[in-house]
Protein backbone atom coordinates (compact mmCIF):
# COMPACT_ATOMS: atom_id res chain seq x y z
CA UNK A 1 0.00 0.00 0.00
CA UNK A 2 2.77 2.08 0.55
CA UNK A 3 2.94 5.02 -2.32
CA UNK A 4 6.35 5.68 -0.44
CA UNK A 5 8.08 5.44 -3.92
CA UNK A 6 7.10 9.75 -3.56
CA UNK A 7 9.04 10.00 -1.09
CA UNK A 8 12.17 9.00 -2.68
CA UNK A 9 11.30 11.23 -5.53
CA UNK A 10 11.68 14.15 -2.74
CA UNK A 11 10.90 17.29 -4.20
CA UNK A 12 11.74 16.19 -7.98
CA UNK A 13 8.41 14.73 -8.99
CA UNK A 14 5.62 17.04 -9.02
CA UNK A 15 6.87 20.76 -8.97
CA UNK A 16 3.44 22.78 -9.90
CA UNK A 17 -0.17 22.03 -8.78
CA UNK A 18 -2.02 19.00 -10.11
CA UNK A 19 -4.01 19.94 -13.34
CA UNK A 20 -8.16 19.38 -11.91
CA UNK A 21 -8.64 15.61 -12.29
CA UNK A 22 -10.69 14.30 -14.91
CA UNK A 23 -13.13 11.50 -13.46
CA UNK A 24 -14.44 8.68 -15.07
CA UNK A 25 -17.37 6.03 -14.76
CA UNK A 26 -15.15 3.73 -13.69
CA UNK A 27 -13.62 5.70 -10.86
CA UNK A 28 -17.65 6.47 -9.79
CA UNK A 29 -18.33 2.81 -9.51
CA UNK A 30 -15.00 1.90 -7.70
CA UNK A 31 -15.13 4.76 -5.65
CA UNK A 32 -18.87 5.81 -4.29
CA UNK A 33 -21.58 3.47 -2.35
CA UNK A 34 -23.02 3.01 -5.36
CA UNK A 35 -27.25 1.82 -5.09
CA UNK A 36 -26.05 -1.58 -5.53
CA UNK A 37 -23.84 -1.43 -2.94
CA UNK A 38 -25.87 0.54 -0.23
CA UNK A 39 -28.46 -1.80 0.38
CA UNK A 40 -26.55 -5.01 1.84
CA UNK A 41 -24.09 -4.95 4.69
CA UNK A 42 -20.82 -7.34 4.29
CA UNK A 43 -20.26 -9.68 7.04
CA UNK A 44 -17.84 -12.65 6.02
CA UNK A 45 -15.80 -13.94 2.99
CA UNK A 46 -14.77 -17.37 2.56
CA UNK A 47 -12.14 -16.68 -0.11
CA UNK A 48 -10.77 -19.99 -1.69
CA UNK A 49 -7.58 -19.48 -4.01
CA UNK A 50 -5.20 -22.27 -5.68
CA UNK A 51 -2.44 -20.42 -7.03
CA UNK A 52 -0.56 -22.16 -10.21
CA UNK A 53 3.28 -20.65 -10.27
CA UNK A 54 4.09 -22.06 -13.54
CA UNK A 55 1.28 -20.90 -15.80
CA UNK A 56 0.82 -17.60 -13.21
CA UNK A 57 -2.61 -18.22 -12.66
CA UNK A 58 -5.16 -18.51 -10.12
CA UNK A 59 -8.59 -19.91 -9.86
CA UNK A 60 -10.79 -19.64 -6.95
CA UNK A 61 -14.35 -19.34 -5.25
CA UNK A 62 -15.26 -16.50 -2.69
CA UNK A 63 -18.22 -16.77 -0.62
CA UNK A 64 -19.86 -13.63 0.52
CA UNK A 65 -21.90 -13.27 3.69
CA UNK A 66 -24.12 -10.23 4.06
CA UNK A 67 -27.35 -8.65 5.73
CA UNK A 68 -29.79 -6.74 4.00
CA UNK A 69 -29.72 -2.91 5.71
CA UNK A 70 -32.47 -2.55 3.31
CA UNK A 71 -34.42 -4.16 0.61
CA UNK A 72 -31.98 -5.19 -2.67
CA UNK A 73 -32.20 -8.09 -5.26
CA UNK A 74 -28.93 -6.67 -6.84
CA UNK A 75 -25.76 -6.11 -5.92
CA UNK A 76 -22.34 -5.10 -7.31
CA UNK A 77 -19.16 -6.91 -6.77
CA UNK A 78 -15.83 -5.82 -8.21
CA UNK A 79 -13.15 -8.48 -10.36
CA UNK A 80 -10.72 -6.25 -12.47
CA UNK A 81 -9.70 -7.70 -15.83
CA UNK A 82 -8.25 -10.10 -17.02
CA UNK A 83 -9.82 -11.57 -14.14
CA UNK A 84 -13.24 -12.82 -14.83
CA UNK A 85 -16.45 -14.30 -12.87
CA UNK A 86 -16.91 -17.94 -13.90
CA UNK A 87 -19.94 -18.61 -12.23
CA UNK A 88 -22.22 -16.92 -9.58
CA UNK A 89 -24.50 -19.43 -7.65
CA UNK A 90 -27.18 -19.06 -4.76
CA UNK A 91 -28.75 -21.80 -3.08
CA UNK A 92 -26.89 -23.53 -5.60
CA UNK A 93 -28.46 -21.83 -8.40
CA UNK A 94 -26.68 -20.21 -11.09
CA UNK A 95 -27.91 -16.49 -11.13
CA UNK A 96 -27.42 -14.03 -14.07
CA UNK A 97 -25.04 -10.99 -13.84
CA UNK A 98 -24.07 -7.73 -16.25
CA UNK A 99 -20.69 -6.55 -16.35
CA UNK A 100 -19.64 -2.34 -16.83
CA UNK A 101 -15.51 -2.50 -16.65
CA UNK A 102 -14.67 -3.86 -13.58
CA UNK A 103 -18.12 -3.48 -11.47
CA UNK A 104 -20.40 -6.47 -12.39
CA UNK A 105 -24.28 -6.45 -11.13
CA UNK A 106 -25.62 -9.96 -9.81
CA UNK A 107 -29.46 -10.75 -9.57
CA UNK A 108 -30.08 -12.74 -6.97
CA UNK A 109 -33.16 -15.10 -6.96
CA UNK A 110 -35.27 -12.75 -4.85
CA UNK A 111 -35.69 -9.63 -3.29
CA UNK A 112 -33.53 -9.87 0.86
CA UNK A 113 -34.83 -8.72 3.90
CA UNK A 114 -32.63 -10.17 5.90
CA UNK A 115 -29.54 -12.05 5.50
CA UNK A 116 -27.73 -13.51 2.37
CA UNK A 117 -25.14 -15.46 0.92
CA UNK A 118 -23.83 -16.06 -2.25
CA UNK A 119 -20.60 -17.93 -4.17
CA UNK A 120 -18.82 -16.70 -6.56
CA UNK A 121 -16.68 -18.77 -8.45
CA UNK A 122 -13.42 -16.62 -10.57
CA UNK A 123 -10.10 -17.73 -12.13
CA UNK A 124 -7.32 -15.55 -14.71
CA UNK A 125 -4.17 -14.64 -15.35
CA UNK A 126 -4.16 -11.90 -12.07
CA UNK A 127 -1.97 -8.35 -13.50
CA UNK A 128 1.63 -8.63 -12.17
CA UNK A 129 3.04 -5.64 -10.01
CA UNK A 130 5.52 -3.68 -12.15
CA UNK A 131 6.67 -2.08 -9.40
CA UNK A 132 5.47 -3.17 -6.03
CA UNK A 133 3.66 -2.52 -3.74
CA UNK A 134 3.25 0.92 -5.42
CA UNK A 135 2.10 -0.57 -8.98
CA UNK A 136 0.23 -3.65 -7.33
CA UNK A 137 -0.49 -6.82 -8.32
CA UNK A 138 0.96 -10.36 -7.99
CA UNK A 139 4.45 -10.53 -7.87
CA UNK A 140 6.03 -13.69 -9.12
CA UNK A 141 9.80 -14.59 -8.25
CA UNK A 142 12.37 -16.92 -7.39
CA UNK A 143 14.47 -17.13 -4.26
CA UNK A 144 18.27 -17.86 -4.38
CA UNK A 145 17.13 -21.56 -4.38
CA UNK A 146 15.00 -21.21 -7.29
CA UNK A 147 12.07 -21.75 -5.54
CA UNK A 148 8.91 -20.01 -6.13
CA UNK A 149 8.47 -16.33 -3.65
CA UNK A 150 5.16 -14.93 -4.44
CA UNK A 151 3.13 -12.01 -2.92
CA UNK A 152 0.66 -9.97 -3.65
CA UNK A 153 0.10 -6.22 -2.86
CA UNK A 154 -2.63 -3.96 -4.35
CA UNK A 155 -3.55 -1.20 -2.02
CA UNK A 156 -3.77 1.60 -4.44
CA UNK A 157 -4.91 -0.26 -7.48
CA UNK A 158 -7.59 -2.11 -5.10
CA UNK A 159 -8.03 -6.13 -4.26
CA UNK A 160 -10.47 -6.72 -6.88
CA UNK A 161 -7.11 -6.86 -9.16
CA UNK A 162 -7.07 -10.67 -8.42
CA UNK A 163 -10.33 -11.91 -6.42
CA UNK A 164 -14.21 -10.67 -6.48
CA UNK A 165 -15.01 -8.67 -2.95
CA UNK A 166 -17.31 -5.56 -2.29
CA UNK A 167 -13.98 -3.52 -3.37
CA UNK A 168 -14.36 -0.27 -1.17
CA UNK A 169 -13.09 0.85 2.12
CA UNK A 170 -16.82 1.58 3.91
CA UNK A 171 -17.74 -1.85 4.56
CA UNK A 172 -15.53 -4.00 5.83
CA UNK A 173 -16.34 -8.04 6.82
CA UNK A 174 -18.12 -7.59 10.21
CA UNK A 175 -16.90 -11.66 10.89
CA UNK A 176 -13.54 -11.55 9.60
CA UNK A 177 -12.25 -13.90 6.59
CA UNK A 178 -11.32 -17.72 5.87
CA UNK A 179 -8.84 -17.93 3.55
CA UNK A 180 -8.03 -21.36 2.10
CA UNK A 181 -4.41 -21.16 0.10
CA UNK A 182 -3.56 -24.08 -2.17
CA UNK A 183 0.10 -24.22 -3.38
CA UNK A 184 2.42 -26.48 -4.60
CA UNK A 185 2.96 -29.37 -1.66
CA UNK A 186 7.02 -27.98 -1.20
CA UNK A 187 6.17 -24.49 -0.61
CA UNK A 188 4.33 -22.37 2.72
CA UNK A 189 1.46 -20.19 2.03
CA UNK A 190 0.78 -17.42 4.78
CA UNK A 191 -2.42 -15.65 5.01
CA UNK A 192 -4.00 -13.15 7.31
CA UNK A 193 -4.91 -14.03 10.65
CA UNK A 194 -3.95 -17.52 12.79
CA UNK A 195 -3.06 -20.57 11.22
CA UNK A 196 -6.27 -22.74 11.45
CA UNK A 197 -5.19 -26.19 9.74
CA UNK A 198 -3.28 -27.52 6.69
CA UNK A 199 -4.47 -29.71 4.31
CA UNK A 200 -2.41 -32.70 2.19
CA UNK A 201 -3.70 -32.61 -1.24
CA UNK A 202 -1.15 -35.08 -2.38
CA UNK A 203 0.75 -32.43 -5.18
CA UNK A 204 -0.42 -29.54 -3.15
CA UNK A 205 -1.54 -28.67 0.48
CA UNK A 206 -4.10 -26.28 1.33
CA UNK A 207 -3.36 -23.98 4.20
CA UNK A 208 -6.63 -22.85 6.57
CA UNK A 209 -5.48 -19.06 7.85
CA UNK A 210 -8.58 -17.08 9.65
CA UNK A 211 -9.43 -13.78 11.16
CA UNK A 212 -11.89 -12.86 13.64
CA UNK A 213 -11.90 -9.36 13.30
CA UNK A 214 -13.37 -7.37 10.26
CA UNK A 215 -10.13 -6.63 7.87
CA UNK A 216 -10.10 -4.19 5.14
CA UNK A 217 -10.12 -5.51 1.80
CA UNK A 218 -6.45 -3.99 0.58
CA UNK A 219 -5.12 -5.71 3.98
CA UNK A 220 -6.37 -9.56 2.88
CA UNK A 221 -3.25 -10.93 1.00
CA UNK A 222 -1.37 -14.49 -0.38
CA UNK A 223 2.44 -15.27 0.65
CA UNK A 224 4.23 -17.62 -0.64
CA UNK A 225 7.64 -19.25 -0.28
CA UNK A 226 9.64 -21.88 1.00
CA UNK A 227 9.17 -20.42 4.75
CA UNK A 228 11.04 -20.45 8.09
CA UNK A 229 8.61 -19.95 10.83
CA UNK A 230 9.90 -18.98 14.41
CA UNK A 231 7.84 -16.85 17.35
CA UNK A 232 8.02 -14.86 20.32
CA UNK A 233 5.49 -14.07 22.90
CA UNK A 234 4.97 -10.26 23.78
CA UNK A 235 3.59 -9.90 27.29
CA UNK A 236 1.17 -7.35 26.20
CA UNK A 237 -1.76 -4.84 27.51
CA UNK A 238 -4.31 -7.33 26.60
CA UNK A 239 -2.51 -10.53 27.87
CA UNK A 240 0.07 -12.60 25.73
CA UNK A 241 0.20 -11.84 22.18
CA UNK A 242 2.00 -14.48 19.72
CA UNK A 243 4.16 -12.43 17.11
CA UNK A 244 4.98 -15.10 14.48
CA UNK A 245 8.07 -14.70 11.65
CA UNK A 246 7.68 -16.06 8.33
CA UNK A 247 10.62 -15.69 6.37
CA UNK A 248 13.07 -17.15 3.68
CA UNK A 249 15.17 -20.18 5.03
CA UNK A 250 18.20 -18.66 4.04
CA UNK A 251 17.67 -15.37 6.10
CA UNK A 252 16.43 -17.14 9.15
CA UNK A 253 19.53 -16.09 11.14
CA UNK A 254 19.28 -12.41 9.93
CA UNK A 255 15.23 -12.04 10.92
CA UNK A 256 16.11 -13.95 14.59
CA UNK A 257 18.49 -11.39 15.35
CA UNK A 258 16.75 -8.23 12.98
CA UNK A 259 12.96 -8.86 13.63
CA UNK A 260 13.61 -8.42 17.74
CA UNK A 261 12.64 -4.80 16.86
CA UNK A 262 9.19 -5.53 16.07
CA UNK A 263 9.26 -6.27 20.07
CA UNK A 264 10.47 -2.76 20.61
CA UNK A 265 7.97 -1.68 17.92
CA UNK A 266 5.51 -3.15 20.07
CA UNK A 267 5.86 -1.88 23.07
CA UNK A 268 6.22 1.64 21.89
CA UNK A 269 3.00 1.56 19.87
CA UNK A 270 1.13 0.46 22.67
CA UNK A 271 2.81 3.11 24.79
CA UNK A 272 1.44 5.93 22.42
CA UNK A 273 -1.77 4.29 20.92
CA UNK A 274 -3.30 1.29 23.07
CA UNK A 275 -3.79 -2.25 22.95
CA UNK A 276 -2.32 -3.80 19.84
CA UNK A 277 -5.63 -3.79 18.06
CA UNK A 278 -5.73 -7.70 16.93
CA UNK A 279 -4.85 -9.94 19.85
CA UNK A 280 -7.11 -12.38 18.72
CA UNK A 281 -5.45 -12.98 15.17
CA UNK A 282 -2.03 -12.56 16.37
CA UNK A 283 0.59 -10.29 14.85
CA UNK A 284 2.77 -11.50 12.15
CA UNK A 285 5.77 -10.34 10.07
CA UNK A 286 5.99 -12.19 6.52
CA UNK A 287 9.05 -11.82 4.53
CA UNK A 288 8.24 -10.79 0.59
CA UNK A 289 9.72 -10.30 -2.91
CA UNK A 290 9.06 -6.25 -2.42
CA UNK A 291 9.45 -3.63 -0.23
CA UNK A 292 6.35 -4.39 2.55
CA UNK A 293 2.94 -2.80 3.52
CA UNK A 294 0.80 -2.93 6.15
CA UNK A 295 -1.63 -6.09 5.33
CA UNK A 296 -3.63 -6.61 8.53
CA UNK A 297 -1.91 -9.36 10.87
CA UNK A 298 0.01 -10.46 8.10
CA UNK A 299 2.78 -6.68 7.75
CA UNK A 300 4.96 -7.84 4.96
CA UNK A 301 8.99 -6.87 4.87
CA UNK A 302 11.22 -6.39 2.11
CA UNK A 303 13.97 -3.91 3.64
CA UNK A 304 16.88 -5.99 3.34
CA UNK A 305 17.21 -6.95 7.09
CA UNK A 306 18.90 -3.14 7.91
CA UNK A 307 17.81 0.19 9.24
CA UNK A 308 16.59 3.02 7.46
CA UNK A 309 14.39 3.20 4.01
CA UNK A 310 16.79 0.73 2.03
CA UNK A 311 19.72 1.82 4.46
CA UNK A 312 18.51 5.70 3.93
CA UNK A 313 17.70 7.79 6.74
CA UNK A 314 14.60 9.80 5.36
CA UNK A 315 15.09 12.34 7.53
CA UNK A 316 18.84 12.85 7.02
CA UNK A 317 19.24 13.47 10.47
CA UNK A 318 20.98 10.09 11.42
CA UNK A 319 17.67 9.28 13.46
CA UNK A 320 16.12 7.19 10.52
CA UNK A 321 19.04 5.04 10.99
CA UNK A 322 18.12 4.14 14.65
CA UNK A 323 15.32 1.42 12.87
CA UNK A 324 14.04 -0.60 10.38
CA UNK A 325 11.49 1.97 8.23
CA UNK A 326 9.49 -1.05 7.29
CA UNK A 327 8.99 -2.98 10.68
CA UNK A 328 8.03 0.69 12.56
CA UNK A 329 6.12 1.99 9.43
CA UNK A 330 3.92 -0.92 8.58
CA UNK A 331 3.21 -1.88 12.14
CA UNK A 332 2.21 1.30 12.64
CA UNK A 333 -0.34 1.21 10.00
CA UNK A 334 -2.53 -1.82 12.15
CA UNK A 335 -3.48 1.11 14.56
CA UNK A 336 -3.94 3.59 11.91
CA UNK A 337 -5.64 1.65 8.18
CA UNK A 338 -5.93 -1.93 10.24
CA UNK A 339 -7.92 -0.57 13.16
CA UNK A 340 -9.14 2.93 12.31
CA UNK A 341 -9.55 2.79 8.44
CA UNK A 342 -11.07 5.73 6.23
CA UNK A 343 -14.38 5.32 4.74
CA UNK A 344 -12.93 7.02 1.29
CA UNK A 345 -9.87 7.05 0.25
CA UNK A 346 -9.73 10.52 -0.35
CA UNK A 347 -9.32 10.55 3.51
CA UNK A 348 -6.54 8.09 3.05
CA UNK A 349 -3.86 10.64 4.94
CA UNK A 350 -5.76 9.39 8.08
CA UNK A 351 -3.86 6.02 7.48
CA UNK A 352 -0.30 7.69 6.36
CA UNK A 353 -0.06 10.77 8.21
CA UNK A 354 -0.61 9.26 11.38
CA UNK A 355 1.62 6.60 10.74
CA UNK A 356 4.40 8.04 9.01
CA UNK A 357 4.06 10.13 13.03
CA UNK A 358 4.16 6.70 14.69
CA UNK A 359 7.55 6.78 13.09
CA UNK A 360 8.47 9.87 15.51
CA UNK A 361 6.84 8.56 18.45
CA UNK A 362 9.03 5.54 18.33
CA UNK A 363 12.01 7.68 18.57
CA UNK A 364 10.13 9.81 21.44
CA UNK A 365 10.03 6.29 23.65
CA UNK A 366 12.98 4.80 23.01
CA UNK A 367 15.13 7.83 22.34
CA UNK A 368 13.57 10.68 23.86
CA UNK A 369 11.21 13.98 22.65
CA UNK A 370 14.27 15.68 21.23
CA UNK A 371 15.07 12.44 18.62
CA UNK A 372 11.62 12.60 17.76
CA UNK A 373 11.19 16.32 17.19
CA UNK A 374 14.44 16.39 14.79
CA UNK A 375 13.06 13.30 12.78
CA UNK A 376 9.49 14.86 11.67
CA UNK A 377 11.54 18.28 11.27
CA UNK A 378 13.96 16.88 9.05
CA UNK A 379 11.18 14.77 6.89
CA UNK A 380 10.29 18.21 6.02
CA UNK A 381 12.42 18.26 2.86
CA UNK A 382 10.37 15.38 1.21
CA UNK A 383 7.11 17.62 0.85
CA UNK A 384 6.24 19.19 -2.62
CA UNK A 385 2.93 20.55 -1.45
CA UNK A 386 1.74 19.71 -5.12
CA UNK A 387 -1.82 19.52 -4.60
CA UNK A 388 -4.09 19.01 -0.60
CA UNK A 389 -3.33 16.24 1.46
CA UNK A 390 -7.50 15.23 0.60
CA UNK A 391 -8.17 14.14 -2.38
CA UNK A 392 -11.99 14.08 -4.22
CA UNK A 393 -14.72 12.05 -2.32
CA UNK A 394 -16.52 9.17 -4.02
CA UNK A 395 -13.88 8.78 -7.21
CA UNK A 396 -11.55 6.87 -5.71
CA UNK A 397 -9.04 9.68 -5.75
CA UNK A 398 -6.53 10.18 -3.01
CA UNK A 399 -4.76 13.18 -2.14
CA UNK A 400 -1.47 14.12 -2.37
CA UNK A 401 1.76 12.01 -1.59
CA UNK A 402 2.80 14.69 1.12
CA UNK A 403 -0.32 12.60 3.14
CA UNK A 404 2.71 10.77 5.00
CA UNK A 405 5.36 13.76 5.85
CA UNK A 406 2.94 17.00 5.94
CA UNK A 407 0.36 14.73 7.77
CA UNK A 408 3.06 14.02 10.50
CA UNK A 409 4.55 17.85 10.49
CA UNK A 410 0.66 18.62 11.06
CA UNK A 411 0.21 16.32 14.12
CA UNK A 412 3.56 17.10 15.36
CA UNK A 413 2.56 20.88 15.13
CA UNK A 414 -0.60 20.30 16.69
CA UNK A 415 1.41 18.35 19.86
CA UNK A 416 2.67 21.93 20.38
CA UNK A 417 -0.62 23.54 21.28
CA UNK A 418 -1.62 20.45 23.44
CA UNK A 419 1.75 21.26 25.45
CA UNK A 420 0.80 18.44 28.07
CA UNK A 421 2.65 15.34 26.60
CA UNK A 422 0.90 13.03 28.82
CA UNK A 423 -2.48 14.67 27.42
CA UNK A 424 -1.34 13.83 24.50
CA UNK A 425 -0.52 10.16 24.55
CA UNK A 426 -4.19 10.08 25.86
CA UNK A 427 -5.70 11.54 22.88
CA UNK A 428 -4.29 8.68 20.94
CA UNK A 429 -5.14 6.15 23.02
CA UNK A 430 -8.23 7.27 23.31
CA UNK A 431 -8.57 7.71 19.38
CA UNK A 432 -8.03 4.08 18.86
CA UNK A 433 -10.68 3.37 21.69
CA UNK A 434 -13.26 5.63 19.82
CA UNK A 435 -12.99 4.15 16.88
CA UNK A 436 -12.18 0.83 17.18
CA UNK A 437 -12.37 -1.61 14.59
CA UNK A 438 -14.49 1.46 12.52
CA UNK A 439 -14.42 3.28 9.37
CA UNK A 440 -14.23 7.06 9.97
CA UNK A 441 -14.27 10.31 8.08
CA UNK A 442 -11.49 13.44 8.85
CA UNK A 443 -14.58 15.27 9.88
CA UNK A 444 -14.56 12.64 12.75
CA UNK A 445 -11.36 13.05 13.08
CA UNK A 446 -11.05 16.66 13.72
CA UNK A 447 -14.20 16.74 15.91
CA UNK A 448 -12.39 13.97 18.24
CA UNK A 449 -9.09 16.25 18.14
CA UNK A 450 -11.52 19.53 18.90
CA UNK A 451 -13.14 18.00 21.67
CA UNK A 452 -10.09 16.40 23.17
CA UNK A 453 -7.89 19.56 23.09
CA UNK A 454 -10.81 21.73 23.87
CA UNK A 455 -9.08 24.23 20.72
CA UNK A 456 -11.26 25.64 18.00
CA UNK A 457 -9.22 24.00 14.94
CA UNK A 458 -11.72 24.76 12.11
CA UNK A 459 -8.98 26.61 10.61
CA UNK A 460 -6.06 24.84 11.59
CA UNK A 461 -7.83 21.33 9.39
CA UNK A 462 -8.83 23.56 7.01
CA UNK A 463 -5.31 25.58 5.96
CA UNK A 464 -3.36 22.69 6.73
CA UNK A 465 -5.50 19.76 4.64
CA UNK A 466 -6.94 21.14 1.82
CA UNK A 467 -4.64 23.82 0.85
CA UNK A 468 -1.18 23.63 -0.05
CA UNK A 469 -0.34 27.05 1.55
CA UNK A 470 2.16 26.85 4.19
CA UNK A 471 1.73 29.59 7.12
CA UNK A 472 4.24 32.24 7.00
CA UNK A 473 5.36 34.35 9.91
CA UNK A 474 6.35 37.58 8.34
CA UNK A 475 8.32 40.06 11.15
CA UNK A 476 10.21 42.78 11.15
CA UNK A 477 12.39 44.54 13.73
CA UNK A 478 11.69 47.91 15.77
CA UNK A 479 13.21 49.92 17.81
CA UNK A 480 13.01 48.23 20.96
CA UNK A 481 10.92 45.05 19.66
CA UNK A 482 9.48 43.89 16.60
CA UNK A 483 5.79 43.40 14.76
CA UNK A 484 4.57 40.32 13.16
CA UNK A 485 1.91 38.86 11.38
CA UNK A 486 0.22 35.64 9.23
CA UNK A 487 0.75 35.70 5.73
CA UNK A 488 -0.29 32.82 2.92
CA UNK A 489 -3.04 31.97 4.91
CA UNK A 490 -6.93 31.35 4.56
CA UNK A 491 -9.15 33.98 6.11
CA UNK A 492 -9.48 32.92 9.72
CA UNK A 493 -6.44 31.16 10.71
CA UNK A 494 -4.84 32.58 13.75
CA UNK A 495 -2.67 29.77 14.85
CA UNK A 496 -0.15 30.68 18.31
CA UNK A 497 3.08 29.86 17.93
CA UNK A 498 6.32 29.65 20.40
CA UNK A 499 8.97 32.13 19.79
CA UNK A 500 12.64 32.55 20.76
CA UNK A 501 13.47 35.97 21.59
CA UNK A 502 17.31 36.67 22.45
CA UNK A 503 16.64 32.45 23.04
CA UNK A 504 13.94 32.94 25.27
CA UNK A 505 10.59 30.85 24.94
CA UNK A 506 7.31 32.88 24.50
CA UNK A 507 4.08 32.67 22.98
CA UNK A 508 2.41 35.10 20.06
CA UNK A 509 -0.40 35.14 18.83
CA UNK A 510 -0.30 35.91 15.15
CA UNK A 511 -3.41 37.13 12.65
CA UNK A 512 -3.58 38.63 9.21
CA UNK A 513 -3.16 42.05 10.50
CA UNK A 514 0.38 43.29 11.94
CA UNK A 515 0.28 43.35 15.89
CA UNK A 516 3.70 44.78 18.03
CA UNK A 517 5.49 43.59 21.03
CA UNK A 518 7.18 46.64 23.01
CA UNK A 519 10.06 45.33 25.03
CA UNK A 520 11.64 48.64 25.79
CA UNK A 521 15.06 47.79 24.25
CA UNK A 522 16.08 46.37 21.07
CA UNK A 523 16.19 42.53 20.20
CA UNK A 524 19.37 40.82 19.47
CA UNK A 525 17.40 38.18 17.49
CA UNK A 526 13.91 36.31 17.14
CA UNK A 527 12.83 32.83 15.49
CA UNK A 528 9.63 30.86 15.46
CA UNK A 529 10.51 27.39 17.40
CA UNK A 530 10.96 24.64 14.70
CA UNK A 531 8.13 21.83 15.83
CA UNK A 532 5.61 24.55 14.11
CA UNK A 533 5.07 23.81 10.42
CA UNK A 534 5.52 27.53 9.29
CA UNK A 535 7.70 29.18 7.22
CA UNK A 536 9.08 33.00 8.53
CA UNK A 537 9.95 35.74 6.41
CA UNK A 538 11.76 39.20 8.11
CA UNK A 539 11.07 42.12 6.05
CA UNK A 540 12.08 45.40 6.72
Given at each position: ?119 IEFSGTPKEAVN ?294 QIFIGLNKEFYH ?103
Amino acid sequence: MKYILFLLCAVGCFTSPVEAQEFTRQDELRGSITPERAWWDLQHYKLSVEVFPKTRSIKGENIVSFTAVEKGSVMQIDLQAPMKIDKVTQHDLELSFTSEGSAHFITLLEEVTEAGQITIEFSGTPKEAVNPPWDGGFTWQKDISRKDFIATSNQGIGSSIWWPNKDHPADEPDRGVDLFLTVPKDLTAVGNGRLKETIDNGDTKTWHWAVENPINNYGININIGDYAHFKKNYAGLKGDLDMDFWVLKDNLKHAKRHFKQALSMMEAFEHWFGPYPFYEDSFKLVEVPYLGMEHQSSVTYGNQYGNGYLGRDLSSTGWGMKFDFIIIHEAGHEWFANNITNKDVADMWLHEGFTAYSEGLYLDYHFGKTAASEYVIGTRALVQNDRPLIGTYNKNHEGSSDMYYKGANILHTLRQLVEDDEKWRQIFIGLNKEFYHQTVTTKQVEDYFAAQTEIDLTEFWEQYLRTIQIPNVEYKMEINGFSFRYTNIIDGFDMPVILLVDGKEEWIFPTSEWKTKDYGKPLQSIAVKKDFYVTTKKVK
